[in-house]
């Protein structure tokens, strides 16, 4: 495999990472005001508040990757996606502040305000991840250096819109499930009716994108024709989301929360096996004007020093982020430090 | 407003903002590793509550500096494409390696920091100190580095690319080494220790004053004072070969700086001025012959001026002129409230000197003043270079944004950053009235919480 494929796979992982990590928190954030109590409430935040901004972190390396290994994708995502990565970063740092300002004071009504906060935030980053994929797919007009030269609008098409729809249902089931392993009592009740609603409302909005990719994207099949054995992947995602209500009637939430972080997986491979080798499809004469990892990476030899490095480090943030999380296993509890 | 000035006020406030957090990161991470090698070798437990206290405090900055950071992974993107395809290659495998391990060190460790005082040895916190300081240090590594060769390129050669001409990696070690980025890197990190030293002072002089924590607030204004009056003769030898390097490889900065429009034997050097950019005049206190002593170490030789350099690569002169004058001043401010510190100290009169207090807790602001003026000294002062002599910051620029996306942004970032420092503020405002924690309470754990969740309540 040359570098390029490497450093390709490298990223997929972080960005794998991101989506399970950051994942489950943004779909609590987007549960959020479903909670009834104020009790419900403190336990939602809880449930995420030791590990939210160390998962964020994988968004970092994500972007730092994609400087380092493919800058060209760096730079024409970057500026072409300008106003929806505002947006994304809006929602990245409003979160942070409602999280962090919501138990300041117990007014109920400064506590409403930070909920309200809290919870679009999170939808507006979720929506807005999935919009930007969206474009990615279904491709985005760039001329023949590279440059994006649509418009702010064009972001907004009926596909990525879908799309976005679909990640904050995604999303949204996975919090839920994260939040069922993760709580007790009458708050546990309370979200173990939403599992079922969240994997209804991800089931549709999959079957449309599915559909739509189908007749809309034939870039995006090709490889099925190819390869028919990959039609097995959507297949098997189908059928690792049907077993999650399986396990939650069994009280095996811990397993459910795995069968999730499976079907994310196999949902970000099937993205990754429909673009490859592209990154960024082009709408304008696709052939020569696509991003693919070979005409956007960096020399052989930064490459090579990149896996390196990766080689060494990852393992070790890997090992340490395992620590953390068998430190804050178990059921929240809400005790005099919490939010 | 065009976007490349846009841009560039977007870029100067995300980093100046980002640039409050780091260097006390980096500072305190080093009176960590002061204090509790105290308290190792004494046993002596004031020394255990100090550091107990900074790590908190270490911790909340963190926080801030990761969300602000957060901003800096896009900015080069959004607002300078063109700029990152052309330094990519160059900068890539560098940023990878202080992105993995400069993280790693320094929050992997935090944890045991915070919690570990009950689950590890003494030793092995200790091992954890020094570790996350390493990791804060390392972090500024890269980003000076890479900085550094935006001044002083080496190791690479340019190529050309479907996407026009880029830089490529041909030495690892020649661009790490760029001839700048040894000595900018010593200046970087002693500000950032002085950070460390100052923000230290002026909190034990508020105890002073205050009557509260006395012993653990004499300890600290002692190790403050001394740390930082060390810390500023160090600087005093580092700005030198700083600004000797900066004569060497950037003369229209070093004009600029002191406003050298003529290029003259005996060149003076301007204690206070302003410059007058139509006359091309300076008007200031000024001392002959100190800048060709400074550089070249005889009186005579002149320094070059801006006569000598084509007109349209002059950087600003009058603010680059007034930023390392500011910088330069807060130095001299610094140096006496240390040197008037160190002498009441050694008499045992500091405590009654509240005329000194008072100064004292308000000079945690001294060492930010210097840096944010400093950095923005010696990056106007290689405009119109983005790269210098290779990219102007005009090439660099995105080419598919307009004025109002980027005036949009701005004002995003500054309401956004408004709410971040107000609860910086706050924070650091309430940790330090509730002071240094009674060793008996053992809540490690929730405070360990706390700290994952970028430090809330106690």
Known sequence: MSFEVLWYVVIAFAILFYIILDGFDLGVGALHLFGKTDLDRRTFLNAIGPVWDGNEVWIVIVMGGLFAGFPNVYATLFSGFYNLLMFLIAGLMFRAVAIEFRSKRESESWRRLWDRVFCFASILVAFVLGVLLGNVIEGIPLDDQQNYVGSFSDFFRPYPLLVGITAVALFSMHGAIYLAMKTEGETHTLVRHWIGRTILFFILCYVLTTAATLIYMPHMTDCCRDTPLLVVLPLLSFAVILSIPYLIKKGNDGWAFVASCGSLAILLALFGIGTFPNIVYSTVSPETNSLTIFNTSSSQKTLGILLIVVAIGIPLVIAYGWWVYRIFRGKVKIEKSSY | ?458
């Open chain 2, 1 to 458: 407003m065009d976007v490349l000035f846009l841009s560039r006020i977007q870029f100067a406030i995300n980093t100046c903002f980002h640039y409050l957090y780091p260097p006390i990161s980096i500072g305190i991470g080093l009176m960590l590793v002061i204090m509790e090698g105290l308290y190792l070798k004494t046993k002596d437990p004031k020394y255990k509550e100090m550091t107990t206290f900074w790590i908190k405090i270490f911790a909340l900055t963190f926080a801030l500096g990761v969300a602000t950071g957060l901003v800096q992974t896009f900015a080069f993107g959004t607002n300078w494409s063109r700029y990152s395809r052309f330094v990519g290659d160059v900068f890539g495998s560098a940023l990878a390696a202080e992105g993995v391990f400069a993280f790693f060190l320094e929050a992997g460790f935090l944890g045991i920091l915070l919690f570990g005082w009950e689950k590890v040895g003494p030793k092995i916190h200790y091992f954890a100190t020094i570790c996350v300081c390493l990791g804060a240090h390392f972090s500024a590594v890269w980003i000076v580095v890479a900085n550094s060769w935006m001044h002083t390129p080496a190791g690479f050669h340019i190529v050309n690319s479907p996407t026009g001409p880029r830089a490529e990696i041909t030495n690892f070690w020649e661009m790490i080494f760029n001839p700048s980025a040894m000595d900018r890197l010593c200046h970087v990190t002693i500000a950032c220790w002085l950070t460390g030293a100052f923000f230290v002072i002026s909190v034990g002089a508020y105890y002073l004053l205050k009557q509260k924590h006395l012993v653990i607030a004499r300890t600290m204004i002692r190790l403050g004072l001394w740390f930082g009056l060390i810390c500023l003769v160090l600087q005093l030898v580092s700005g030198d070969s700083s600004a000797r390097i900066v004569a060497k490889y950037q003369p229209a900065k070093l004009a600029a700086f002191e406003g050298i429009y003529k290029t003259v034997p005996h060149t003076p050097i301007s204690v206070i001025g302003w410059v007058d950019a139509k006359k091309e005049a300076v008007y200031s206190i000024a001392i002959p012959s100190a800048l060709s002593w400074l550089t070249y170490r005889n009186f005579e030789t002149p320094v070059m001026g801006l006569d000598q350099i084509p007109r349209d690569e002059w950087p600003n002169v009058p603010v680059v002129f007034q930023m390392y004058h500011i910088m330069v001043m807060t130095w001299v401010v610094m140096f006496g409230i240390a040197v008037l510190g160190v002498w009441y100290l050694r008499k045992n009169k500091l405590e009654h000197k509240k005329w000194l207090l008072w100064p004292m807790i308000f000079s945690v602001v001294l060492p930010h003043i210097g840096q944010q003026c400093g950095w923005i000294g010696t990056e106007i002062g290689r405009q119109p270079w983005i790269v210098y002599k290779i990219l102007k910051t005009s090439d660099g620029v995105s080419t598919n944004l307009v004025a109002p996306q980027v005036l949009g942004s701005i004002i995003m970032f500054i309401v956004i950053y408004l709410l971040l420092f107000g609860l910086f503020l706050f924070l650091l405002d309430r940790k330090i009235k509730h002071g240094p924690e009674d060793l008996d309470q053992k809540h490690d754990e929730l405070v360990y919480r706390n700290v994952m969740t970028g430090m809330r309540n106690e």
